[in-house]
């Protein structure tokens, strides 16, 4: 039914505003807005496909019409067409001049078998700037090619049918993901991973639908038992679990997409910006031994072990006279409470000597630095912190191995390191435990059910979600207003994916029922 | 309403007769083909516009004739009765005056989704149709059969190719003119009738078959696409001959509910009622049908047959081996004859009476009339405008069968509208449409000619998608007003009740709205209601009407001041409550429906080289429908929302640059008077 165009205006905007915003900022979809009007079919389209640069091996690609023709007289194939999807090594020439450019193998591929679904073809050349320069150029003198706009090769293979709206998402992912795990994941959405769990519950949901609304239009005179009802309770409740568990993902896909938030936090002078540089292997934050030097959040990208961190330094938490420096605490704390991880870094020097007493400053100190409306035990144990000892090398080897052992043996506290910034001194067993936990919070991209990765399409989840519980509630009191129920969640889901209508509905009404009076 | 006497049949036909002589003289404004539930709500509406009116059908006596069950309403079509009935058509009282076996279906379902549905009796429908059209100002009846349209040159101020202006009669007779025209001729379009393995040309039995020069018109003159569809009807059973003990009873409703606004009571007393029987088939059904399916060529044919309605022999082919439901209908109070419903049939006479006596409450029936199928032509109504014209024809308007729908009560819903169209069309009006978030009505042909029709079209409630504001107890506030004032089909005594009753529920509603009090409060007013809220909040009347056993009886009597007055809208207002969240939230998505309906497409768009990136399929499947508004394009098949969003571009910037044309234009007028004047200075 019901799934209408301003819905798709919102999604395409929504697409925009995320790419805008996320990182990676996305040009593939940007130029969306407004830009069809005068922009003619019948026009064929090419671009350097592969990274600009130099490089060993571009790839030039074609899409529309006068592909073929584009094709004929650049590669010299008067007759015949070469067979599709077959890599054919071909001396490529500018078709005006008849000067050879480059020697390099050429595709053809016909519609609708290809990425846009309209003709293609690709042109697999050197990499230098001066051959790629003369075959764009030579592409352009090609009668109704021009070069195409960015993005517009996937719009066109979105026009096509060609991508669903998380394919096209996972696309672009793919193209922008910058560490490992974040290429892997795109690449299990653009291959339809997540649009096919989507479509799987849209499916689900409709024969639900279609059930209820069987019962609806034709119990009266047909022969449709009570028993159909039951059945749709079953769906529902299955439905409703596997999008709990679907939303209980603690956001893992979305931090993946976008990168962990990890916030280094702690008193002044405790080495928080040292550990930044340190982590960062260049001098991105000012350094000096007077306290408040931070006043502002400093923030880096980095890639642990492929997953993408983006890590902020804040200033040191303590009380302040200076306008300035308490506005540099208030945003600390800020950031602390939007924080995935949170580094906390205590100078070991200012620990009192007795390991006991050591261990019951640090509690304390911890709760200084917690979000102040959580509770300590909810927080260590959701894993949200690590606690840094820095400095070590100022600590005798006896003290540090006692506080160690200390720390161990205490219950209740967030893992420990103790590292030294100055020396590296355990810096590599840190990264092994910020490793694991970042991993933790974005989990494996490649095991288990695909996760989310989206904003957007949490929040139409969630409104999925809500619209089963009206099924319920009105499940024996209203079967229209439960239908309503079902109808919205289907709607809610049908704004990520595709497309939901009342002649689905009746199709499997008749393919499920005899209905016949 | 029900109180007046029906004039007796043989005035009606001496009347008609005398007016016969000399109506081909006369000049009409609508001229509707054809005398059955279209053709008379057609008729009747195209007069209450205004239009001078006149109804041709092929025999006086079959006007308002049940051709096949004899039965009104259902879930989904009752609603459609309620909304003929609000705009003032006649189906809905017809209903009244006729039935004799009434029930809401769906009734444990929800206020939204019952069916309101009644048993006919077939004469009494008839007689009241015909003495309905008797009594309409500037309606004439004509018996006589149509041999041609007259198509002449077009109007060039308005869109079309072609110009409708009137009919030619048979025998020879003069032109008959006129500025619009309604074809509702059913299945008499190059109809065929079946039984087992013989066919002849027909739209019903006993009728004669329509000209060929109507179906040859349509098709080649004016170039419409049509499409083969087909239908049947089952044997009818002599009552004496049917073994009642074997059948369960279906008693009607003890108290039975009116279709019509103005009606508070039916005609048929609640005792005087019959009932219907349910048996079912056997597998003896199975054995008969499949063993006489060489004999049977109707069901060979590939014309398509609907999924819902199907004959006997496609439900047991379908789904073999079950047990299928048979209703034994009776046909009227003094009738001898049962309609057997779910046993339409094609096969042969001798088989069909085998085929009965398999089915234990017929073992020993007699059969009346023989079951027979009809294939016909319909026009494909994606050719058609909203408000039911043929897009290229100017003053040719289609409505029921022949647009590919089934049923009574979507063919009276756009025989009516069709006949208010055609009206104001030939009374230099504007045309008027209905919205899919207002009415069923409104669905129903939005769905016909934007989708277009694969198989008979039926209406069921999940095709509307705002069902739960689309209600049959409402349909007179959604639609008799707006048709009274703004459509022009409405009697003034319609009007005023409707006023009425809108003011009267717009009161109770304030009152209730303004009854607020505390939960606890509340707990002691009505100490055997679970209100839920644990805190004390203050709650209103309205709110506490939602809960699910709170009645407005139950308010009433514990606020009699303020509320017993409004008990004539108990059941009204406790529905109201209970849908309107539902409703308010709906809201937004019926403005936003309304906005793409109000977003008009040009009708000469030439889509297929429109400077926008479209794939040529789209581009075909618009340019072939031609969709009127944004929002029907939208609800097009194979149309994808990047098309919806590019197409909306367009058109929005379009409408710029034209405003912009025009302020320039302003502009230049503008100066070049600043420069006359200039230069007229001394």
Same mark, same amino acid.
């Not at chain 2, 003119?177 to 379009?189: E, H, M």
């Not at chain 2, 006997?312 to 419903?341: A, K």
């Not at chain 2, 409450?361 to 909203?386: E, M, N, W």
């Not at chain 2, 014209?389 to 009516?416: H, S």
């Given at each position: 039914?019901?799934?209408?165009?301003?819905?798709?205006?919102?999604?395409?905007?929504?697409?925009?505003?995320?790419?805008?915003?996320?990182?990676?900022?996305?040009?593939?979809?940007?130029?969306?807005?407004?830009?069809?009007?005068?922009?003619?079919?019948?026009?064929?389209?090419?671009?350097?496909?592969?990274?600009?640069?130099?490089?060993?091996?571009?790839?030039?690609?074609?899409?529309?019409?006068?592909?073929?023709?584009? +094709?004929?007289?650049?590669?010299?194939?008067?007759?015949?067409?070469?067979?599709?999807?077959?890599?054919?090594?071909?001396?490529?020439?500018?078709?005006?001049?008849?000067?050879?450019?480059?020697?390099?193998?050429?595709?053809?591929?016909?519609?609708?078998?290809?990425?846009?679904?309209?003709?293609?073809?690709?042109?697999?050349?050197?990499?230098?700037?001066?051959?790629?320069?003369?075959?764009?150029?030579?592409?352009?003198?090609?009668?109704?090619?021009?070069?195409?706009?960015?993005?517009?090769?996937?719009?066109?293979?979105?026009?096509?049918?060609?991508?669903?709206?998380?394919?096209?998402?996972? +696309?672009?992912?793919?193209?922008?993901?910058?560490?490992?795990?974040?290429?892997?994941?795109?690449?299990?959405?653009?291959?339809?991973?997540?649009?096919?769990?989507?479509?799987?519950?849209?499916?689900?949901?409709?024969?639900?639908?279609?059930?209820?609304?069987?019962?609806?239009?034709?119990?009266?005179?047909?022969?449709?038992?009570?028993?159909?009802?039951?059945?749709?309770?079953?769906?529902?409740?299955?439905?409703?679990?596997?999008?709990?568990?679907?939303?209980?993902?603690?956001?893992?896909?979305?931090?993946?997409?976008?990168?962990?938030?990890?916030?280094?936090?702690?008193?002044?002078?405790?080495?928080?910006?040292?550990?930044?540089?340190? +982590?960062?292997?260049?001098?991105?934050?000012?350094?000096?031994?007077?306290?408040?030097?931070?006043?502002?959040?400093?923030?880096?990208?980095?890639?642990?072990?492929?997953?993408?961190?983006?890590?902020?330094?804040?200033?040191?938490?303590?009380?302040?006279?200076?306008?300035?420096?308490?506005?540099?605490?208030?945003?600390?704390?800020?950031?602390?409470?939007?924080?995935?991880?949170?580094?906390?870094?205590?100078?070991?020097?200012?620990?009192?000597?007795?390991?006991?007493?050591?261990?019951?400053?640090?509690?304390?100190?911890?709760?200084?630095?917690?979000?102040?409306?959580?509770?300590?035990?909810?927080?260590?144990?959701?894993?949200?912190?690590?606690?840094?000892?820095?400095?070590?090398?100022?600590?005798?080897?006896?003290?540090?191995?006692?506080?160690?052992?200390?720390?161990?043996?205490?219950?209740?506290?967030?893992?420990?390191?103790?590292?030294?910034?100055?020396?590296?001194?355990?810096?590599?067993?840190?990264?092994?435990?910020?490793?694991?936990?970042?991993?933790?919070?974005?989990?494996?991209?490649?095991?288990?059910?695909?996760?989310?990765?989206?904003?957007?399409?949490?929040?139409?989840?969630?409104?999925?979600?809500?619209?089963?519980?009206?099924?319920?509630?009105?499940?024996?009191?209203?079967?229209?207003?439960?239908?309503?129920?079902?109808?919205?969640?289907?709607?809610?889901?049908?704004?990520?994916?595709?497309?939901?209508?009342?002649?689905?509905?009746?199709?499997?009404?008749?393919?499920?029922?005899?209905?016949?009076? | 309403?029900?109180?007046?006497?029906?004039?007796? /049949?043989?005035? =009606?036909?001496?009347?008609?007769?005398?007016?016969?002589?000399?109506?081909?003289?006369?000049?009409?404004?609508?001229?509707?083909?054809?005398?059955?539930?279209?053709?008379?709500?057609?008729?009747?509406?195209?007069?209450?516009?205004?239009?001078?009116?006149?109804?041709?059908?092929?025999?006086?006596?079959?006007?308002?004739?049940?051709?096949?069950?004899?039965?009104?309403?259902?879930?989904?079509?009752?609603? @459609?009765?309620?909304?003929?009935?609000? /705009?003032?058509?006649?189906? !809905?009282?017809?209903?009244?005056?006729?039935?004799?076996? =009434?029930?809401?279906?769906?009734?444990?379902?929800?206020?939204?989704?019952? !069916?309101?549905?009644?048993?006919?009796?077939?004469? $009494?429908?008839?007689?009241?149709?015909?003495?309905?059209?008797?009594?309409?100002?500037?309606?004439?009846?004509?018996?006589?059969?149509?041999?041609?349209?007259?198509?002449?040159?077009?109007?060039?101020?308005?869109?079309?190719?072609?110009?409708?202006?009137?009919?030619?009669?048979?025998?020879?007779?003069?032109?008959?003119?006129?500025?619009?025209?309604?074809?509702?001729?059913?299945?008499?379009?190059?109809?065929?009738?079946?039984?087992?393995?013989?066919?002849?040309?027909? !739209?019903?039995?006993?009728?004669?078959?329509?000209?060929?020069?109507?179906?040859?018109?349509?098709?080649?003159? /004016?170039?419409?696409?049509?499409?083969?569809?087909?239908?049947?009807?089952?044997?009818?059973?002599?009552?004496?001959?049917?073994? =009642?003990?074997?059948?369960?009873?279906?008693?009607?409703?003890?108290?039975?509910?009116?279709?019509?606004?103005?009606?508070?009571?039916?005609?048929?007393?609640?005792?005087?009622?019959?009932?219907?029987?349910?048996?079912?088939?056997?597998?003896?059904?199975?054995?008969?049908?499949?063993?006489?399916?060489?004999?049977?060529?109707?069901?060979?044919?590939?014309?398509?047959?609907?999924?819902?309605?199907?004959?006997?022999?496609?439900?047991?082919? $379908?789904?073999?081996?079950? $047990?299928?439901?048979?209703?034994?209908?009776?046909?009227?109070?003094?009738?001898?004859?049962?309609?057997?419903?779910?046993?339409?049939?094609?096969?042969?006479?001798?088989?069909?009476?085998?085929?009965?006596?398999?089915?234990?409450?017929?073992?020993?029936?007699?059969?009346?009339?023989?079951?027979?199928?009809?294939?016909?032509?319909?026009?494909?109504?994606?050719?058609?405008?909203?408000?039911?014209?043929?897009?290229?024809?100017?003053?040719?308007?289609?409505?029921?069968?022949?647009?590919?729908?089934?049923?009574?009560?979507?063919?009276?819903?756009?025989?009516?509208?069709?006949?208010?169209?055609?009206?104001?069309?030939?009374?230099?009006?504007?045309?008027?449409?209905?919205?899919?978030?207002?009415?069923?009505?409104?669905?129903?042909?939005?769905?016909?000619?934007?989708?277009?029709?694969?198989?008979?079209?039926?209406?069921?409630?999940?095709?509307?998608? =705002?069902?739960?504001?689309?209600?049959?107890?409402?349909?007179?506030?959604?639609?008799?007003?707006?048709?009274?004032?703004?459509?022009?089909?409405?009697?003034?005594?319609?009007?005023?009740?409707?006023?009425?009753?809108?003011?009267?529920?717009?009161?109770?509603?304030?009152?209730?709205?303004?009854?607020?009090?505390?939960?606890?409060?509340?707990?002691?007013?009505?100490?055997?209601?679970?209100?839920?809220?644990?805190?004390?909040?203050?709650?209103?009347?309205?709110?506490?009407?939602?809960?699910?056993?709170?009645?407005?009886?139950?308010?009433?009597?514990?606020?009699?001041?303020?509320?017993?007055?409004?008990?004539?809208?108990?059941?009204?207002?406790?529905?109201?409550?209970?849908?309107?969240?539902?409703?308010?939230?709906?809201?937004?998505?019926?403005?936003?429906?309304?906005?793409?309906?109000?977003?008009?497409?040009?009708?000469?768009?030439?889509?297929?080289?429109?400077?926008?990136?479209?794939?040529?399929?789209?581009?075909?499947?618009?340019?072939?429908?031609?969709?009127?508004?944004?929002?029907?394009?939208?609800?097009?098949?194979?149309?994808?929302?990047?098309?919806?969003?590019?197409?909306?571009?367009?058109?929005?910037?379009?409408? /710029?640059?034209?405003?912009?044309?025009?302020?320039?234009?302003?502009?230049?007028?503008?100066?070049?008077? @600043?420069?006359?004047?200039?230069?007229?200075?001394?």
């Amino acid at each position: 039914m019901i799934m209408l165009p301003s819905i798709y205006r919102g999604i395409w905007r929504a697409v925009h505003t995320l790419r805008k915003r996320g990182t990676p900022p996305c040009r593939f979809l940007s130029t969306c807005d407004g830009l069809p009007v005068g922009l003619a079919d019948a026009e064929t389209i090419f671009a350097l496909s592969s990274g600009h640069g130099r490089c060993g091996v571009a790839v030039v690609r074609a899409s529309g019409p006068a592909s073929a023709t584009a +094709l004929r007289c650049m590669a010299g194939l008067s007759r015949s067409l070469p067979p599709p999807r077959t890599a054919l090594l071909r001396s490529i020439t500018d078709s005006q001049s008849k000067e050879v450019l480059d020697r390099g193998l050429v595709f053809w591929f016909p519609a609708p078998h290809s990425f846009t679904g309209e003709d293609s073809v690709e042109f697999h050349i050197h990499g230098g700037p001066a051959v790629i320069t003369a075959v764009l150029q030579a592409l352009g003198s090609v009668p109704g090619m021009r070069p195409a706009e960015a993005g517009e090769f996937t719009r066109r293979a979105f026009q096509a049918g060609k991508l669903d709206l998380t394919e096209v998402e996972g +696309l672009g992912d793919l193209i922008h993901a910058e560490t490992e795990a974040q290429r892997r994941q795109a690449l299990r959405q653009m291959s339809g991973e997540l649009g096919h769990l989507y479509q799987d519950w849209t499916h689900k949901l409709k024969r639900c639908l279609a059930h209820v609304e069987a019962f609806i239009d034709f119990s009266e005179d047909e022969l449709i038992e009570d028993g159909v009802l039951n059945q749709v309770d079953r769906w529902v409740c299955d439905l409703q679990a596997e999008m709990e568990q679907h939303l209980k993902d603690e956001r893992r896909g979305e931090r993946l997409r976008s990168g962990v938030q990890v916030v280094i936090a702690g008193a002044t002078n405790a080495g928080k910006s040292s550990l930044l540089n340190t +982590l960062c292997q260049r001098p991105a934050a000012i350094v000096s031994p007077i306290a408040g030097t931070t006043r502002d959040i400093v923030e880096t990208a980095l890639d642990i072990g492929g997953f993408p961190v983006l890590l902020s330094d804040t200033a040191g938490l303590r009380e302040s006279q200076d306008l300035v420096e308490r506005e540099g605490v208030r945003r600390a704390r800020e950031r602390v409470e939007q924080a995935d991880l949170t580094l906390v870094v205590v100078d070991c020097a200012h620990l009192p000597s007795d390991a006991q007493q050591a261990a019951a400053f640090l509690q304390e100190h911890l709760r200084s630095v917690l979000p102040t409306q959580e509770q300590p035990e909810t927080v260590f144990a959701a894993d949200r912190f690590l606690l840094l000892l820095n400095k070590t090398d100022l600590l005798p080897e006896e003290q540090r191995q006692k506080l160690d052992r200390e720390l161990r043996r205490v219950s209740g506290f967030p893992p420990v390191c103790l590292i030294s910034c100055h020396t590296n001194e355990g810096l590599q067993d840190f990264l092994t435990v910020l490793h694991s936990s970042v991993k933790t919070l974005c989990g494996d991209p490649l095991s288990g059910a695909p996760t989310l990765t989206q904003a957007r399409h949490r929040a139409h989840l969630q409104q999925c979600f809500a619209a089963l519980a009206q099924y319920q509630r009105y499940r024996d009191i209203d079967l229209a207003l439960a239908a309503e129920g079902v109808r919205l969640a289907l709607t809610s889901l049908g704004r990520i994916t595709g497309r939901v209508g009342a002649e689905e509905i009746l199709d499997i009404i008749f393919k499920d029922f005899c209905i016949g009076k | 309403m029900l109180t007046k006497k029906l004039p007796p /049949l043989n005035s =009606f036909l001496s009347l008609v007769s005398r007016r016969a002589s000399h109506v081909t003289r006369q000049q009409y404004d609508v001229i509707v083909v054809g005398g059955g539930h279209a053709g008379t709500e057609a008729a009747a509406a195209a007069a209450r516009v205004g239009a001078k009116t006149l109804l041709v059908s092929q025999k006086i006596q079959t006007i308002g004739a049940l051709s096949c069950n004899p039965s009104l309403g259902g879930v989904g079509k009752g609603q @459609l009765v309620r909304e003929v009935d609000a /705009l003032d058509g006649l189906c !809905g009282r017809a209903g009244d005056w006729a039935g004799i076996h =009434f029930s809401i279906l769906n009734r444990s379902k929800g206020p939204a989704v019952w !069916g309101p549905r009644a048993q006919l009796d077939r004469q $009494r429908y008839r007689e009241f149709i015909q003495s309905e059209l008797l009594s309409t100002p500037r309606l004439t009846v004509l018996e006589g059969s149509v041999e041609e349209l007259l198509v002449s040159e077009t109007n060039p101020e308005q869109p079309g190719h072609h110009r409708v202006t009137g009919i030619l009669l048979a025998n020879g007779s003069h032109p008959v003119s006129a500025s619009s025209v309604i074809l509702t001729t059913g299945t008499f379009l190059s109809g065929s009738l079946f039984i087992g393995q013989s066919t002849s040309p027909g !739209g019903r039995i006993g009728d004669a078959p329509s000209s060929s020069g109507l179906s040859h018109t349509l098709k080649e003159r /004016l170039g419409l696409r049509v499409g083969r569809l087909r239908t049947g009807t089952p044997p009818r059973i002599l009552r004496d001959s049917v073994d =009642f003990s074997l059948a369960v009873v279906q008693p009607p409703d003890g108290h039975p509910t009116p279709f019509s606004f103005l009606n508070t009571r039916t005609h048929c007393k609640p005792e005087e009622q019959l009932p219907c029987h349910l048996t079912y088939t056997t597998p003896g059904v199975e054995r008969v049908v499949k063993d006489s399916l060489h004999l049977n060529c109707h069901i060979q044919e590939d014309a398509k047959g609907p999924r819902y309605c199907p004959s006997i022999e496609s439900r047991v082919l $379908r789904f073999p081996g079950r $047990r299928h439901q048979v209703w034994l209908e009776p046909e009227g109070l003094t009738s001898d004859l049962l309609y057997p419903q779910g046993l339409s049939m094609t096969m042969p006479p001798d088989v069909q009476l085998s085929l009965i006596r398999q089915i234990p409450a017929l073992h020993r029936a007699k059969i009346h009339t023989h079951g027979y199928g009809v294939q016909y032509d319909f026009v494909c109504p994606t050719q058609l405008s909203p408000a039911l014209q043929v897009k290229n024809t100017q003053g040719l308007f289609l409505a029921g069968q022949i647009n590919g729908t089934t049923g009574y009560e979507e063919a009276a819903a756009q025989g009516l509208w069709a006949g208010v169209n055609a009206a104001r069309c030939a009374l230099s009006m504007p045309t008027v449409s209905l919205s899919r978030t207002e009415s069923y009505i409104g669905v129903l042909i939005d769905d016909l000619v934007s989708r277009g029709v694969t198989e008979p079209y039926r209406m069921f409630t999940s095709r509307a998608e =705002f069902r739960t504001a689309l209600r049959p107890d409402n349909a007179d506030m959604r639609l008799t007003l707006k048709g009274f004032e703004e459509v022009g089909c409405v009697s003034t005594l319609r009007y005023q009740e409707a006023v009425r009753v809108r003011d009267s529920l717009q009161d109770a509603q304030a009152t209730l709205q303004a009854l607020s009090l505390s939960s606890n409060s509340w707990k002691k007013q009505l100490p055997d209601i679970q209100i839920s809220e644990v805190k004390n909040t203050v709650m209103t009347g309205m709110e506490v009407l939602q809960y699910n056993n709170v009645s407005f009886e139950m308010l009433a009597s514990a606020f009699p001041e303020s509320l017993s007055r409004h008990m004539e809208f108990s059941q009204r207002l406790k529905i109201e409550a209970v849908y309107r969240p539902h409703c308010n939230l709906q809201k937004k998505e019926i403005e936003r429906i309304q906005k793409e309906e109000n977003l008009l497409l040009p009708h000469d768009m030439d889509y297929l080289s429109l400077p926008v990136s479209m794939s040529q399929e789209v581009r075909e499947i618009l340019d072939r429908v031609r969709p009127s508004t944004l929002g029907a394009a939208t609800r097009l098949q194979g149309i994808t929302p990047a098309a919806i969003v590019h197409l909306l571009n367009y058109v929005r910037s379009a409408e /710029l640059r034209e405003r912009r044309k025009h302020r320039k234009q302003q502009k230049e007028e503008r100066e070049e008077e @600043l420069c006359a004047a200039k230069a007229s200075l001394p």
